[in-house]
């Protein structure tokens, strides 16, 4: 089955935890934000990051890799649960784009068995978020 969906993120909490110059440094990011289309429900994610380029204040021109799991609880095609997604992605000028796979045997009630991958893309003011999945 398929999956669209657009997400807004409901809160960002960012730490530093290692600076290696002025410009390169690794972060922790407990972000929360909600999901409407095929999907609805909210999510939980914490992310590691490794900014390669802080930007200057402008998170426009900063580039950074990052790696997190996603905690997603709600409704999806008829079916209501929760599963972790493993998200692997990048960030490039106002651009995160995300490669996602959902963890096996983290399914629960609804979602019990699910399997997939996926992607997602956001800026500021845009995001889509499609899985390609089997339960």
């Given amino acids: 089955m398929k ?3 657009e997400f807004k993120i409901t809160k960002w909490d960012e730490k530093t935890y290692k600076e290696m ?3 390169q440094k690794m972060t922790k990011a407990s972000v929360e934000f909600t999901f409407t289309g095929d999907l609805e429900g909210s999510a939980l994610t914490e992310w590691l990051m490794y900014y390669a380029s802080s ?3 402008d998170p426009t021109k900063s580039h950074a890799e990052y790696l997190g799991f996603i905690y997603v609880e709600g409704k ?3 079916r209501s649960g929760s599963f972790v ?3 692997k992605g990048t960030f490039v000028e106002g651009m995160a784009k ?3 796979h959902i963890v096996p045997n983290s399914g629960t009630d609804g979602f019990k068995g699910i399997k997939g991958m996926g992607l997602y893309n956001a800026s500021h003011t845009t995001s889509s978020f499609e899985l390609d ?3």
């Fill in 76 to 78: 999806m095609n008829g």
């Fill in 98 to 100: 995300s490669s996602l």
């Fill in 21 to 23: 110059s002025a410009d």
């Fill in 3 to 5: 999956s669209k969906s």
């Fill in 85 to 87: 997604i493993e998200d």
């Fill in 55 to 57: 930007g200057h204040g």
């Fill in 133 to 135: 999945y089997t339960i």
